[in-house]
């Protein structure tokens, strides 16, 4: 499995951006699929997550409300919406995909796969 994700760039605090994870090679339709960041200096922390077949999708408390994940099943997509972003947001997101259960999805040592991650930066 491939993955890629895309979508970053500057923007105010305030404003929104969305993020896409293109998924490729082997189907991830039976995987779990999370978005997780890492800011300068910081460990990588779980931003949310969702399996690809369905369910409810999870998030973490410091972005409950702003983020929302979605999928594309024809193009092999999920994307990360990101609104009322905050400076704290900025960081390199990534996104990961593997046979998680949902006691470990916050963890990022429980995915598999892994793609380049894309930089958001979010101005005061």
């Known amino acids: 499995v491939q993955l890629q994700a895309s979508g970053g760039g500057l923007v105010q605090a305030g404003g929104s951006l969305r993020l896409t994870c293109a998924a490729s090679g082997e189907s991830v339709r039976n995987y779990a699929v999370g978005w997780f960041r890492q800011a300068p200096g910081k460990e990588r922390e779980f931003v949310a997550s969702?399996?690809?077949?369905?369910?409810?999708?999870y998030y973490a408390d410091i972005v409950k409300g702003r983020f929302t994940i979605s999928k594309d099943f024809a193009k092999n997509t999920m994307y990360l919406q990101m609104n009322s972003l905050k400076p704290e947001d900025t960081a390199v997101y990534h996104c990961?995909?593997?046979?998680?259960?949902?006691?470990?999805?916050?963890?990022?040592?429980?995915?598999?796969?892994w793609g380049k991650g894309t930089l958001v930066t979010v101005s005061s």
């Open positions: 990961a995909a593997g046979r998680v259960i949902s006691s470990t999805r916050t963890y990022p040592s429980a995915y598999t796969y």
């Open positions: 969702t399996r690809w077949s369905g369910g409810t999708p």
